[in-house]
């Protein structure tokens, strides 16, 4: 009895296995074939059946489609499962993207680790311009990136980096953790702009480093290749663990955050709002009725494009001057011509040419994002000459356009002079 019971469950598993992996088949062949009867896109490399182009993009797809486009063009398209990829890899093809065609190319590819029960509270990652993300731009224009402000936390910004030097002036003759201390300095510079407080301490390595740990997964969970993204049918089942991974992540960063905006309300309900005190983009926020989960994402996403983004550009730029002493030597002798050193100001900043260059070059060579955000096309639309269908993913490779050898003399090397033009005028490509 217990066997005849042990073989029709046998039964009964082969054939949803079967039945589940023919649906799979016949939802990926679908797929394809309504791919391939999209006329006029863009040329590149023909795909395998079901995988598609996967095999040739899985590491280093920046440099796998700047190699395509030397023999397809600057635009060019691929299919990831049943995904198709347009990719724009030079500054024409990419101002055809973000410029003339962003009407219709300004939704978001969301990787599936981020597809969480908050999507719709996403700023960076919004699906579209949706009125949340019109809220979000609206007062993160307001109140955090317009000049006026900017100009009025540069106070806030000297004294964070000069707490960063007395702290590095105390532990002369020890070894400190650099990127740490950097991204310290830079979480602190954000969260007193928008909470007014700190959220790490110089001195506390361990905290900093889970936040930053914390912020790195994030990210990394959303840019590594991933099947639910290639064949969105089994989504659903987050067969990597990244989906669930970013979630425990999410979770853990937003009681930073969390405890200050309760305890904020909380000053509110007691006391009201005081009409003399100075408010910070909190305040702002919870006055535009954002909702405490509203208000971590959009702290989470601050903090993601505003650390990691200057931290690795920091060691880059280092890397690359103790790599060229000769370079080192120039920067070192204009600062030693134009800075006080007894009192260093953000004003300061405009007086050095040759140092300017060099983190101008330093993103160049070493772009922190080879490739920006994904974008989605919400209509389909005609861009130099091809179609991009409805839905498909488009890339912008900065990493492309950065190593172009037509844009670039000698797009390899450290060449800070490429940047110091005519009169000390700068040109970004």
């Known amino acids: 009895m217990e066997l005849t019971l042990f073989s029709m469950e046998l039964n009964l598993l082969s054939s949803l296995f079967i039945l589940a992996t023919s649906l799979l088949l016949l939802y990926v062949v679908r797929e394809y074939h309504t791919s391939r009867s999209v006329k006029n896109l863009p040329p590149g490399p023909r795909p395998w059946p079901i995988i598609g182009n996967m095999h040739q993009m899985a590491k280093n797809p920046h440099i796998a489609t700047f190699n395509f486009a030397k023999q397809y063009g600057p635009l060019i398209s691929l299919r990831l499962g049943t995904r198709l990829l347009v990719v724009a890899t030079s500054p024409e093809a990419a101002m055809e993207v973000l410029k003339t065609h962003d009407r219709h190319l300004s939704g978001r590819s969301i990787p599936d680790a981020l597809q969480q029960s908050f999507i719709d509270y996403y700023f ?31 106070k806030l910004r000297n004294e ?25 300095t830079l979480i602190n510079t954000l969260s007193n702009i928008l909470f007014s407080k700190d ?6 390595d361990e905290t900093a480093h889970g936040l930053k740990f914390g912020l790195l997964k994030i990210l990394e969970n959303s840019i590594t290749p991933n099947i639910s993204d290639f064949f969105p049918i089994v989504g659903g089942l987050d067969l990597q663990g990244l989906r669930k991974d970013s979630l425990s992540h999410l979770n853990k ?4 955050s969390e405890a200050i905006v309760k305890e904020r309300m909380a000053r509110i309900a007691k006391k009201g709002v005081v009409a003399d005190e100075k408010k910070d983009f909190l305040d702002t926020l919870l006055e535009n009725n954002f909702t405490i989960a509203q208000i971590n994402i959009l702290v989470l996403e601050l903090c993601i494009a505003g650390t990691d983004t200057v ?11 103790i790599k060229n002493q000769n370079v ?66 488009v890339w912008v490779n900065v990493w492309a356009i950065s190593h172009d050898p037509k844009v670039w003399e000698d797009p390899n090397t450290f060449k800070p002079e490429s940047f110091v033009l005519i009169n000390n005028i700068f040109e970004v490509v």
């Not at 964070?160 to 310290?184: A, H, R």
């Not at 931290?311 to 730029?317: C, D, L, M, N, S």
Request: proline share 3%; with cysteine; glycine share 2%.
């Open 124 to 154: 960076v990652w919004a699906r579209d311009c949706n009125d949340h993300w019109r809220s979000c731009r609206t007062l993160c224009r307001a109140e955090l990136f317009s000049v006026k402000v900017i100009e009025a936390q540069s």
């Open 160 to 184: 964070k980096v000069g707490q960063l030097l007395d702290f590095l002036n105390n532990t002369q003759g020890k070894v400190v953790k650099i990127e740490e201390l950097i991204f310290t």
């Open 199 to 204: 959220f790490l301490d110089l001195k506390d």
């Open 253 to 256: 960063l937003s009681s930073f």
């Open 311 to 321: 931290v690795t550009t920091i060691e880059w730029a280092m890397a690359e001057l």
């Open 328 to 393: 080192m030597h120039k920067v070192q002798e204009e600062l030693k011509q134009e800075l006080n050193f007894d009192n260093i100001m953000n004003s300061d900043l405009s007086k050095f040419t040759y140092f300017n260059a060099c983190i101008k070059e330093t993103l160049r060579l070493h772009p922190v994002v080879p490739v920006l955000i994904p974008r989605r096309a919400l209509e389909a639309c005609e861009v130099m000459g091809y179609t991009i269908p409805q839905n498909a993913q």
